[in-house]
């Protein structure tokens, strides 16, 4: 495996001194209590191996949560695991329920652990590209039907979805789900982003709530993107129970388990995450704005973002065809690192002219990246 295209973007801006729009690191404060309880933890001694699966009042604290905001009732023991980072979450699903030879499933592009977990389990990655839809990205059912073999195994969606910022509609996830049925498919849906939606006409719906597909589908989140703790790598997943004993059985041998003094203080944090993600999100939505209309006003065409923490952009006004040389050549002309989206893309037809900015930053920060985009023109 080479090295990831974060490892390598915020490389380039620490030696270039450039604005780093590339890596979605957040700038933005956590919640005060949040840090203040995980210090107290660690200060009072709590700072040893924590339970296999995680402490049980985070476990409770995610089955509540799963429970208020999708009706998806799931047994604190057995059906909730914590995991370092959803990072783990994903790659102890692969590990545990996909054989060598195995085929899985995603939507092209998608975030780039997908592709490597697919390779560590021994199975193949295959990408079903979302289709460019006016200023936005939408899903091609046939040609999911169509990717669908004997070998397919499982199916990873993402939604609210990085590298885009989409967030897949009930009609969408509705026929993913009928084909997933229809061929017994295994579904990991990704959800690090569900709290970080901006446009009131896009909601986060789960695929685990649509009948038939709680018991095929392992939903996984984590707190680094709710809480803008992206360093502390809590995650974890829920599902029904044979599917997370299978994937607790190949954690134990990645980490076995982490972040006790984390784990305490985000079970009580989970609690009132509602109050604390309203306020994130006016930020975001406020810096997402700013950088769509910078990218607009640099000539630069972007694409509508209803979540995350992206916005890709056409470069073609530039003159590049190429996202990967417009990325290389971006830090000497305007001091700004962006990534270049092929780099997501599993299939051989990615459109190669689009680059993804990322807006979880410090107001100046996307000032200034913006000032200087439109000075580079
Ligand atoms: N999935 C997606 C779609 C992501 O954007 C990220 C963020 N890096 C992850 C998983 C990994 O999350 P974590 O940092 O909790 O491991
Ligand atoms: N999820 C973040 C991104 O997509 C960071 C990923 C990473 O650094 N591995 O930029």
Same mark, same amino acid.
């Given at each position: @495996?080479?090295?990831? &295209?974060?490892?390598? @973007?915020?490389?380039?801006?620490?030696?270039?001194?450039?604005?780093?729009?590339?890596?979605?690191?957040?700038?933005?404060?956590?919640?005060?209590?949040?840090?203040?309880?995980?210090?107290?933890?660690?200060?009072?001694?709590?700072?040893?191996?924590?339970?296999?699966?995680?402490?049980?009042?985070?476990?409770?604290?995610?089955?509540?949560?799963?429970?208020?905001? !999708?009706?998806?009732?799931?047994?604190?023991?057995?059906?909730?695991?914590?995991?370092?980072?959803?990072?783990?979450?994903?790659?102890?699903?692969?590990?545990?329920?996909?054989?060598?030879?195995?085929?899985?499933?995603?939507? $092209?592009?998608? !975030?780039?652990? !997908?592709?490597? $977990?697919?390779?560590?389990?021994?199975?193949?990655? &295959?990408?079903?590209?979302?289709?460019?839809?006016?200023?936005?990205?939408?899903?091609?059912?046939?040609?999911?039907?169509?990717?669908?073999?004997? =070998?397919?195994? @499982?199916?990873?969606?993402?939604?609210?979805?990085?590298?885009?910022?989409?967030?897949? +509609?009930?009609?969408?996830?509705?026929?993913?789900?009928?084909?997933?049925?229809?061929?017994?498919?295994?579904?990991?849906?990704?959800?690090?982003?569900?709290?970080?939606?901006?446009?009131?006409?896009?909601?986060?719906?789960?695929?685990?709530?649509?009948?038939? @597909?709680?018991?095929?589908?392992?939903?996984?989140?984590?707190?680094?993107?709710?809480?803008?703790? +992206?360093? %502390?790598?809590?995650? %974890?997943?829920?599902?029904?129970?044979?599917?997370?004993?299978?994937?607790?059985?190949?954690?134990?041998?990645?980490?076995?388990?982490?972040?006790?003094?984390?784990?305490?203080?985000?079970?009580?944090?989970?609690?009132?995450?509602?109050? *604390?993600?309203?306020?994130?999100?006016? +930020?975001?939505? =406020?810096?997402?704005?700013?950088?769509?209309?910078?990218?607009? =006003?640099?000539?630069?065409?972007?694409?509508?973002?209803?979540?995350?923490?992206?916005?890709?952009?056409?470069?073609?006004? %530039?003159? !590049?065809?190429?996202?990967?040389?417009?990325?290389?050549?971006?830090?000497?002309?305007?001091?700004?690192?962006?990534?270049?989206?092929?780099?997501?893309?599993?299939?051989?037809?990615?459109?190669? *002219?689009?680059? =993804?900015?990322?807006?979880?930053?410090?107001?100046?920060?996307?000032? +200034?990246?913006?000032?200087?985009?439109?000075?580079?023109?």
């Amino acid at each position: @495996m080479g090295t990831s &295209i974060f490892t390598e @973007m915020t490389e380039l801006a620490r030696r270039t001194g450039a604005v780093n729009l590339g890596q979605g690191v957040p700038e933005l404060d956590s919640p005060a209590t949040l840090l203040k309880d995980v210090a107290d933890a660690v200060l009072s001694g709590h700072n040893q191996y924590p339970p296999a699966h995680g402490f049980p009042a985070l476990r409770e604290a995610i089955a509540a949560h799963q429970l208020r905001r !999708y009706g998806l009732d799931y047994q604190a023991q057995g059906e909730v695991l914590v995991t370092t980072g959803a990072t783990e979450a994903l790659a102890s699903a692969l590990l545990a329920l996909c054989d060598p030879a195995d085929e899985i499933l995603a939507f $092209d592009p998608c !975030y780039d652990a !997908y592709a490597a $977990d697919s390779r560590l389990a021994g199975a193949q990655l &295959i990408g079903v590209p979302l289709v460019l839809d006016g200023d936005g990205f939408a899903l091609d059912a046939d040609a999911l039907r169509a990717a669908v073999t004997s =070998r397919t195994r @499982m199916l990873i969606l993402n939604t609210p979805h990085n590298p885009t910022g989409k967030v897949f +509609t009930a009609g969408e996830l509705a026929a993913i789900a009928d084909i997933c049925r229809e061929h017994s498919l295994t579904v990991v849906t990704d959800e690090v982003y569900e709290h970080l939606i901006y446009d009131n006409s896009a909601h986060h719906l789960t695929i685990a709530a649509l009948p038939g @597909m709680r018991e095929r589908t392992l939903i996984i989140s984590s707190a680094g993107k709710t809480f803008n703790t +992206t360093g %502390w790598k809590v995650g %974890w997943l829920c599902g029904p129970a044979p599917l997370v004993a299978a994937a607790g059985a190949a954690k134990q041998f990645l980490t076995y388990a982490s972040g006790t003094p984390y784990q305490e203080a985000l079970a009580r944090a989970l609690g009132s995450v509602e109050e *604390w993600a309203t306020e994130l999100r006016g +930020t975001l939505r =406020r810096n997402r704005d700013l950088l769509s209309d910078g990218l607009s =006003r640099a000539g630069l065409r972007p694409f509508r973002a209803d979540a995350g923490y992206f916005v890709q952009a056409d470069v073609r006004p %530039w003159g !590049y065809q190429d996202g990967v040389r417009f990325c290389r050549d971006l830090p000497e002309r305007a001091g700004v690192v962006a990534i270049p989206t092929s780099a997501f893309y599993v299939s051989a037809d990615a459109p190669a *002219w689009l680059v =993804r900015f990322s807006f979880c930053k410090q107001a100046p920060s996307l000032q +200034t990246a913006v000032t200087r985009l439109a000075t580079a023109r």
